[in-house]
């Protein structure tokens, strides 16, 4: 196990997979070892069959040699011909989210379905000359969608600006039935240079590649400048000027005893909202019980406060309900 330095990972808004496509190939554990050491949010791994891009890198058996050496989530990006021939290969290699390219010419959906079944994340990857409308026939099925901004097969490449211009937005509308974790990516041409533009355009995860692999540049400074360039246009660009929400900040909604405090939480969570539920040092209930806080992302706070603050306060009526009963049984 590498030593990682968790707190480089990314506080603001933005994240960043750093690909290892540019690294030393001779070396792959030794391109882990680096990005992760310092302060990738994500491996983002650039498989290539030679067919589908004319390019040839590694597979999942690669990939499953690697995923002891850190527990990083591993960002897959197939720019292969058959991913569905070999998906099993590359949830068994352990990568966290898998995403593939919409241009190919086998069936979409089974392999979407057996990537979610597998409890990972799962993408379509748009080529820049690919409208954005090849994707919505599968909208409902994918966590990511990953918008190329060069074309696929090496990394070094011109970022292509008006691409990510033209896709964005409509990216993010293909997310909407993902309340919490749909996730627009960007990748190809990322750098100091057009991190904030990205940022702007309301990406959420940055693949970075050659950037990082600048003789002389420190990684972790070239990481962190992205992530910092990035939450700023997201911040001016797109947000009005107010700082973005920290992207893994948990807040409050409201303390009940325990029991109402889980039904809220399973009326939450089956929305694909996660919910933390934590022993509060609230009031202290006649069963001697103190509440428990239920938590949810920040991001998401307005919209549960929206869709659930009636269940919310019914529930805390019902509690005022029981704490009364509880005291009458005891005298
Ligand atoms: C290209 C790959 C990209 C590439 C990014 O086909 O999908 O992930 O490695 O490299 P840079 O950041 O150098 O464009
Ligand atoms: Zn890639």
């Known amino acids: 196990m590498t030593s990682e330095n968790p707190t480089g990972r990314g506080t603001g808004r933005a994240r960043v997979a750093a690909s290892i496509l540019d690294a030393d190939l001779g070396n792959l554990a030794h391109a882990v070892r680096r990005v992760t050491g310092a302060g990738t949010d994500r491996v983002h791994l650039d498989v290539m069959d030679g067919h589908f891009v004319p390019n040839l890198t590694f597979g999942a058996k690669t990939i499953k040699a690697l995923r002891p050496r850190t527990r990083v989530p591993f960002d897959a990006h197939l720019m292969i011909s058959e991913p569905g021939r070999y998906i099993e290969e590359y949830l068994d290699a352990g990568c966290d989210s898998v995403t593939f390219h919409v241009e190919i010419e086998e069936p979409i959906p089974p392999t979407l379905k057996a990537i ?3 409890g990972r994340a799962a993408g379509l990857a748009v080529k820049p000359g690919t409208p954005l409308s090849a994707l919505e026939p599968y909208a409902e099925s994918l966590d990511i969608v990953l918008i190329m901004t060069v074309e696929p097969g090496f990394g070094g490449q011109e970022f292509m600006k008006d691409v990510l211009a033209a896709k964005a937005a409509g990216a993010r509308e293909l997310l909407r039935h993902k309340l919490h974790g749909g ?37 972790g400074r070239e990481i962190r400048l992205i992530r910092a360039l990035a939450d700023e246009g997201y911040q001016y660009g797109i947000n009005d000027g107010k700082p973005p929400i920290p992207r893994d900040r948990m807040t409050p909604i409201t303390s009940l005893p325990k029991h109402l405090a889980h039904r809220l939480m399973a ?20 069963d001697g019980v103190r509440d428990y806080d239920l938590l949810v992302p920040a991001n998401v706070e307005a919209h549960v406060n929206r869709a659930h603050g009636a269940s919310r306060d ?17 005298g």
């Open 267 to 286: 009326e939450i969570e089956a929305t694909g909202i996660p919910v933390i539920m934590l022993r509060g040092d609230g009031q202290i209930n006649p």
């Open 116 to 118: 979610r079944a597998a």
């Open 183 to 219: 996730e627009v990516h960007v990748d190809g041409g990322i750098n100091r240079e057009t991190a904030e533009f990205a940022g702007s355009q309301g990406v959420d995860v940055f693949v970075v590649g050659s950037a990082l692999f600048v003789r002389g540049r420190d990684m």
């Open 314 to 330: 019914r529930l805390l009526a019902e509690a005022e309900d029981w704490r009364a009963g509880l005291l009458a049984k005891q």
